[in-house]
């Protein structure tokens, strides 16, 4: 089943308003739409590798899923997360930084994720298809729509394995191909 991303930005704010009182959610929420990692490869994180980051320091990683290098920079929006979080939760360097609550040092599961995110879209009353993979696929979305980030710089962040792959992962609808044929030269 296809996940869809959240497209109104007043959409990721209520999200991010509604989770003001639980700030490990926040930050996965966070930390999801503003990186374009997968949901695995961010529930792999420890605390260390976060503890004590700086405006535009970066933290590599292995996917998961492919095996191929990346990349978690820490911007704004990631930083202040981080230090709410720090600041309530205070957890050790040796634990996950998204520590599942029912299992001793395990982090939470990606199935987990899903629930949550399904429950943040009923929560501010969306309709749709939401899952964990709608964090990143919402992070593409507002990278092309917003900030008119090509696709192809998009599919070398996203390490898709090739341009058909990213041109579905976005969504390209018939009418925004049909909007560019009334530009006029």
């Known amino acids: 089943?296809?996940?869809q991303p959240?497209?109104?930005l007043r959409h990721v704010r209520s999200i991010k308003r509604l989770l003001v009182d639980s700030p490990r959610d926040k930050l996965l929420f966070v930390m999801g739409v503003n990186s374009g990692l997968r949901v695995q490869d961010l529930l792999a994180l420890h605390v260390a590798a976060v503890r004590g980051l700086k405006l535009g320091d970066r933290?590599?990683?292995q996917e998961k899923k492919t095996?191929?290098?990346n990349v978690l920079i820490a911007n704004k929006e990631i930083l202040a997360a981080l230090e709410e979080y720090f600041a309530i939760a205070q957890p050790e360097d040796r634990h996950y930084l998204f520590k599942s609550r029912k299992t001793a040092n395990s982090p939470l599961t990606t199935l987990s994720v899903t629930k949550k995110v399904k429950s943040w879209a009923a929560a501010i009353n969306l309709k749709g298809n939401f899952g964990a993979h709608t964090l990143r696929k919402t992070w593409t979305y507002h990278q092309r729509r917003e900030f008119g980030v090509s696709w192809e710089v998009l599919a070398k962040r996203l390490n898709h394995s090739?341009?058909?792959?990213t041109r579905r992962y976005l969504g390209i609808q018939d009418e925004e191909v049909e909007q560019v044929l009334m530009n006029a030269l």
């Open 59 to 61: 933290i590599s990683i």
């Open 162 to 165: 090739s341009p058909s792959v």
């Open 6 to 8: 959240f497209t109104e």
């Open 67 to 69: 095996g191929k290098p």
């Open 1 to 3: 089943m296809k996940v």
